[in-house]
């Protein structure tokens, strides 16, 4: 990539026989700042945010879907489209961004300010999952954001364990009407069946299908049926999609649309996952986060140690957050076995 954010680092080193010592330092620090905010530009125009109704019809979006469920220990089950289905109905899908069709033809998981990876549900969201399967938290009455959302199964876990609000924010419209808004709706349909049955799983973030929850027989799912059709809009479904509200676009002019509504929103807890790997994206970032989070909010970043091909990771993060002096950053989980992964708790100073 044409930007090197090591060499900003490296930069900020201060020679022993510098006469000016601290000074030059600081000054130093300062041109890495202005530099990383003056000279790194995603590859493409910025994508203006927009906020995304949900169907009028949400049973209407589910229609010939192929659905997979994940569980994780004693959370609910959570449901989500199957990633493969998007490949192989390209051309059948709606899409003015023209992603599935690049994506296709480059093999590729990410084209830099292009598409930035939302129809692949990435290891880290797992290991977040599980966090909070371990934590027990419950969500209860807070404002939750799933920035970055993807497939958004952080965010619809947040809605099932009592979230009064949660806000999906990821960079292309085609995976948030495509893909978060129907792994939503469907979520919703089976939050009544799904809060019967406190069902454990059976393995480390495994993915299964949808015969495993008891409420699809295992013909239809082989068959590729959609789910049971119920009434249009279930009065339970309606108000689980009320405290809904989905937003793509850019994390700059996201911040800018919602900042605009009265009263602007401020998150209990902020979610973000594999979202730091392009560090010319990390003063979007920090100033979303910074605008938005709650005076005693907690954002969970879930990431990485490095992204081999497109230079960000969590080394250069930190460094790049201390350098700003607003938040503190915890580790809260390191994993020990193959590419590094960990977690991170951001709060206010």
Request: hydrophobic share 35%; aromatic share 8%; proline share 5%.
């Amino acid at each position: 990539m044409s930007f090197c954010f090591d060499f900003d680092v490296h930069a900020q080193t201060t020679n022993p026989d510098d006469v000016a010592g601290n000074e030059l330092q600081k000054g130093k620090n300062d041109c890495t700042a202005k530099s990383i905010e003056d000279n790194t530009k995603p590859a493409e125009p910025v994508k203006e945010a927009k906020e995304h109704l949900p169907p009028s019809d949400p049973q209407l979006i589910l229609t010939d879907t192929v659905s997979e469920t994940v569980i994780i220990g004693t959370l609910p089950p959570l449901h989500f489209l199957n990633e493969t289905v998007f490949e192989k109905t390209v051309s059948e899908r709606e899409d003015g961004e023209e992603i599935l069709s690049r994506t296709t033809e480059q093999r590729s998981d990410l084209i830099s300010g292009v598409y930035e990876g939302g129809l692949k549900v990435w290891e880290c969201t797992y290991d977040l999952l599980e966090l909070i399967e371990k934590d027990g938290e419950t969500f209860g009455g807070k404002a939750v954001l799933d920035l970055g959302c993807g497939a958004g199964l952080l965010g619809i876990l947040a809605l099932k364990r009592g979230a009064r609000q949660i806000h999906f924010q990821d960079y292309n419209s085609t995976v948030i009407e495509q893909l978060t808004v129907p792994n939503v709706i469907l979520n919703c349909q089976e939050d009544d069946a799904d809060s019967e049955d406190d069902t454990e799983g059976s393995g480390k973030g495994k993915v299964q299908e949808e015969q495993d929850c008891k409420r699809k027989a295992k013909e239809d799912l082989k068959e590729g049926n959609p789910p049971p059709k119920k009434k249009a809009v279930d009065p339970p479904q309606h108000q689980l999609l009320a405290k809904c509200h989905f937003f793509s676009g850019d994390w700059s002019t996201f911040l800018n649309l919602v900042l605009k509504k009265d009263p602007p929103p401020k998150y209990d807890i902020i979610f973000t996952a594999e979202t730091i790997y392009n560090t010319a994206y990390y003063p979007a970032l920090h100033e979303a986060l910074h605008k938005l989070l709650a005076a005693d909010g907690l954002v969970y970043l879930a990431t990485k140690s490095h992204y081999f091909g497109v230079g960000g990771g969590l080394h250069l993060f930190e460094m790049y957050v201390k350098e700003r002096g607003v938040f503190s950053v915890d580790h809260v989980w390191d994993s020990e076995e193959g590419l590094q992964r960990h977690i991170v708790v951001l709060r206010f100073k």
